[in-house]
């Protein structure tokens, strides 16, 4: 077994490479465990300690980064139980930091550097929501994932148009097949239910905390009738909007302008 190359860069940021057990006197306190997998394994994943030991014979490249650190440097820290789909780019710069050989200082400093890199461009993506979560297996090729979490992004972004399938297909250059397939194995959704998600969440917002008038709410959130809003809101929260403001003890409508 090839020892397990270890990069203090920082007191808040460790970098192990290789296989073999990891020191666990090396970690920064309260550290955020990022492994990225084999070769063939297209996946980052938040990993315990319970993982780092049973996958010692694995070709990891393990980032141990304090949670303040990321806190304080990225302003987030990630899914505690999360797996992503792990870009081409990201994993081509994991190749590069496995790919260091030996142990003087010229290769710690650039094994260190280009893990810098990786950690940095992975923060990025998760800051840029273009990181896909691992909900299970996938049919879809790399490319395919990628033009999913695109729709997806579309989505999120766009959610007040008047999105269908086809348009967003259209937009992110998949097919309609495709892209129906691609949000049930990411998302576990329809892109219709994406949709409505993020118009109901921002809809009952805007019912608890503005004066608008009902009518105005449902528009806003991309809803052409107030009848259908209505329907669509009562049965994502078991009541209408009327009678969630009647609940939390406020009129419940404001007179429109």
């Known amino acids: 077994m090839a020892d397990k190359r270890v990069v203090i860069v920082s007191p808040e940021f460790?970098?192990?490479?290789g296989r073999g057990a990891c020191d666990a006197s090396?970690?920064?306190?309260?550290?955020?465990?990022l492994g990225f997998?084999?070769?063939?394994?297209?996946?980052?994943?938040?990993?315990?300690?319970?993982?780092?030991?049973?996958r010692a014979n694995d070709d990891l490249v393990v980032f141990a980064v304090g949670r303040a650190a990321c806190i304080r440097l990225f302003d987030l820290t990630p899914n505690p139980q999360g797996s992503w789909y792990l870009p081409a780019d990201l994993r081509a710069i994991g190749r590069k930091v496995v790919?260091?050989?030996?142990?003087?200082?010229?290769?710690?400093?650039?094994?260190?550097?280009?893990s810098i890199e990786l950690l940095h461009r992975l923060f990025t993506a998760f800051t840029e929501e273009r990181m896909v979560e691992?909900?299970?297996?996938?049919?879809?090729?790399?490319?395919?994932?990628?033009?999913?979490?695109?729709?997806h992004q579309i989505v999120n972004e766009h959610w007040q148009e008047r999105l269908t399938v086809g348009s967003v297909a259209r937009r992110c250059g998949l097919n309609k097949s495709k892209l129906t397939r691609g949000f049930r194995e990411l998302y576990r959704c329809t892109v219709a239910e994406a949709v409505s998600e993020?118009?109901?969440?921002?809809?009952?917002?805007?019912?608890?905390?503005?004066?608008?008038p009902i009518s105005s709410v449902g528009y806003?959130?991309?809803?052409?009738?107030?009848?259908?809003?209505t329907r669509a809101f009562a049965r994502r929260f078991g009541m209408t909007p009327t009678e969630l403001r009647q609940q939390e003890g406020r009129p419940p409508s404001a007179p429109a302008p």
């Open 14 to 17: 460790t970098s192990f490479v």
């Open 26 to 33: 090396a970690l920064p306190p309260e550290a955020i465990l």
């Open 37 to 54: 997998g084999d070769i063939g394994e297209p996946a980052v994943s938040v990993l315990t300690r319970e993982d780092l030991r049973e």
């Open 99 to 114: 790919a260091v050989e030996g142990d003087g200082e010229a290769a710690d400093m650039l094994r260190a550097a280009r």
């Open 134 to 151: 691992v909900c299970g297996a996938t049919t879809l090729s790399e490319q395919d994932v990628a033009l999913v979490a695109a729709a």
């Open 198 to 212: 993020h118009r109901l969440s921002h809809a009952r917002q805007l019912v608890s905390a503005s004066d608008l």
């Open 220 to 229: 806003r959130c991309g809803y052409t009738s107030n009848a259908s809003f």
